[in-house]
């Protein structure tokens, strides 16, 4: 049986299974509707998640609201949650031992949730969840399916705020998402997500 989101949370807290617990502000658990259909995971937190506790809350927490439009979606309809759950120094790049330490955590949040769809934002995400060592750009725009989890895989939208050649590609990606929900929800013969 999954455990809930609460209990995971109590888990986690005063984490101490890596180095990154010395130079956190707060943990970042992870956010939204907890029986939500789509799951979005990015990489780490950065300053004003790990100053706020909640992920995707600075620049690229604001643009991504704004893409999730596109695909028929609402901040509260998602849930959303980060490999790792806290900030790396400098935002610098996860390091193997730290995702080690925290991908347990992230597979019972996903278990607790049991989304239909997984929208992994950026390298880190999508490796790990499909387990594959390929780079978002060649896997990006189409549907992967893992296990009984149709993943799309989609840049981070802090690579669109960095190179505006990328944001046509992600309003794409996330008027695909919202084909891969309207193709669900008739699958299920039902209107809703």
Do not use: W
Not at 45 to 64: H, R, V
Not at 104 to 131: C, D, M, Y
Request: aromatic share 6%; glycine share 8%; proline share 5%.
């Amino acid at each position: 049986m999954a455990k809930s989101l609460v209990d995971i949370a109590t888990e986690l807290e005063g984490c101490c299974r890596c180095a990154l617990s010395e130079t956190r502000t707060n943990l970042v658990f992870g956010v939204g509707n907890p029986t939500a259909e789509v799951m979005f995971i990015g990489e780490a937190p950065g300053k004003q998640e790990d100053l706020g506790a909640e992920p995707f809350i600075g620049a690229a927490g604001q643009y991504l609201n704004s893409l999730l439009a596109l695909a028929g979606l609402k901040r509260e309809d998602i849930y959303i949650a980060n490999v790792l759950k806290c900030r790396p120094p400098e935002n610098r790049d996860p390091l193997v031992d730290e995702i080690e330490a925290c991908t347990p955590f992230l597979r019972e949040q996903v278990k607790a949730i049991n989304p239909e769809i997984l929208v992994t934002l950026g390298n880190f995400a999508t490796r790990f969840i499909l387990k594959t060592d390929r780079g978002i750009t060649g896997l990006r725009g189409q549907v992967h399916i893992t296990g009984r989890f149709s993943v799309l895989p989609i840049f981070h939208p802090a690579a669109a705020i960095y190179d505006s050649n990328k944001k046509a590609i992600m309003e794409d990606d996330f008027r695909l998402l919202g084909r891969l929900i309207a193709q669900r929800r008739v699958e299920r013969g039902s209107g809703q997500l």
